[in-house]
C-alpha cells in the first residue's frame, strides 16, 4: 500500500505566497520523478512543476521565477513553494510520484488527494 498526503492549500490574497508538502508512505522500493499538478472544474490536469531524484527542475511557463520545487529523497516528500501568487493560480493541487514497490514491480504513477489553493484579488 501507497499514500501520498497533501497539505498546504489555502486561501491567500493575490501577491502571497504558500508552501504545499506532499509525502509519501507504505511500501516504496524506490521513487523517480515527482511533480506537482493543478486542475480547475470542467479542465485538463495541468502540469505545474516536477523535479528528477536527481533535483531537476522543470516549471509551466506561468510559474517560472514564482514558484520553486523540492524534494528530500530521504523524506519521500516534495514541496512546492509558490510566491507571487495570482488569482489565476486558483486550482486544486495534486501532487503525483512515480515509484515501483519492489524491484520487479512496474514503476507506477500515484496521486495525492489534492489540496485547495483560491487567491483572491
Known amino acids: 500500500q501507497v499514500q501520498l498526503v497533501e497539505s498546504g492549500g489555502d486561501t491567500v490574497q493575490a501577491g502571497g505566497s504558500l508552501r504545499l508538502s506532499c509525502a509519501a508512505s507504505?511500501?516504496?522500493?524506490?521513487?523517480?520523478?515527482m511533480g506537482w499538478y493543478r486542475q480547475a472544474p470542467g479542465k485538463q490536469r495541468e502540469l505545474v512543476a516536477s523535479?528528477?531524484?536527481?533535483?531537476?527542475?522543470n516549471y509551466v511557463d506561468s510559474v517560472k521565477g514564482r514558484f520553486t520545487i523540492s524534494r528530500d529523497n530521504a523524506k519521500n516528500t516534495v514541496d512546492l513553494q509558490m510566491n507571487s501568487l495570482k488569482p489565476e493560480d486558483s486550482d486544486i493541487y495534486y501532487c503525483?510520484?512515480?515509484?515501483?514497490?519492489?524491484?520487479?514491480?512496474?514503476?507506477?504513477?500515484?496521486w495525492g488527494q489534492g489540496t485547495q489553493v483560491t487567491v483572491s484579488s
Open positions: 503525483k510520484v512515480n515509484l515501483r514497490i519492489s524491484v520487479g514491480s512496474t514503476w507506477s504513477d500515484y
Open positions: 507504505g511500501s516504496i522500493f524506490s521513487i523517480n520523478g
Open positions: 523535479i528528477t531524484r536527481g533535483g531537476w527542475p
